[in-house]
């Protein structure tokens, strides 16, 4: 079954820092990543999404790279802010005409002013 | 469109007691989830229904659960008795998919609902 792991429950950094948190899956290569954000009491919302032919994605002071041959997305957050702490998940889809994706447990970030 | 809706938004039972969670998704949406989510195993998805139908409900932990979606913008998901290990967050998801000439999926953000946080004494 398809294995993802988040590189830790949790990440604290100092506002203004650059965060960076880690999506590591094992057996199937995925046809592309997604990353979520979640608050404390709601439902995760979507971030964005990257292709396995893609190398990197950027929105705003979000970027996503992906790496099919370490098997790792690397989600960065630039000059974070106190606003930017919550819970981010990663979630695959593996390519098929099914629809599930499967998500990784989150990385708790807590940016401290 | 007011998203994902979910009812109720919490939910305190008795063990032994029948709960039904409900879930109306966007519009147009032919993607629908149910998703358990817990401090000890994260988001889980127990079943997900295309087009109204059940494509895969591996996740479903044991025969007190079920779950139905008789039409495009309703869905259900029963608990028949409850247990105190029931107790979580349930959350209810939609989405849409772009496909290509494969048929395969090349696009399909989930919206998730607000959840229902249940609490079995």
């Known amino acids: 079954s398809q294995k993802i792991e988040q590189n830790s429950e949790a990440l604290n950094i100092q506002e203004g820092k650059t965060a960076t948190l880690t999506c590591n899956y094992t057996?199937?290569?995925?046809?592309?990543l997604q990353w979520y954000r979640q608050d404390p009491g709601r439902g995760p919302v979507f971030l964005l999404l990257i292709r396995e032919n893609e190398k990197e994605k950027r929105k705003e002071r979000l970027k996503v790279t992906f790496d099919t041959t370490l098997k790792q997305s690397l989600f960065h957050i630039t000059a974070s802010q106190p606003a930017d702490s919550a819970t981010y998940l990663c979630?695959?889809?593996?390519?098929?005409?099914?629809?599930?994706?499967?998500f990784g447990r989150g990385t708790q970030l807590t940016v401290w002013p | 469109d007011a998203g994902v809706i979910q009812s109720p938004r919490h939910e305190v039972t008795e063990m032994g007691q029948e709960v039904t969670l409900r879930c109306k998704p966007i519009s147009g949406h032919d993607y629908l989830f149910w998703y358990r989510q817990t401090m000890m195993r994260g988001l889980e998805l127990l079943i997900y229904?295309?087009?109204?139908?059940?494509?895969?409900d591996s996740g479903m932990p044991e025969d007190r659960f079920s779950a139905k979606m008789p039409n495009a913008s309703f869905s259900t998901l029963k608990i028949q008795p409850s247990e105190p290990r029931d107790s979580a967050v349930y959350f209810c998801?939609?989405?849409?998919?772009?496909?290509?000439?494969?048929?395969?999926?090349?696009?399909?953000?989930?919206?998730f609902g607000p959840g229902t946080r249940l609490t079995v004494l």
């Open positions: 998801a939609s989405s849409w998919g772009i496909r290509d000439s494969g048929g395969i999926l090349s696009y399909n953000e989930q919206f």
């Open positions: 229904f295309n087009n109204n139908v059940p494509i895969d």
């Open positions: 979630a695959l889809y593996r390519g098929s005409t099914l629809g599930r994706l499967y």
């Open positions: 057996n199937y290569s995925p046809a592309y």
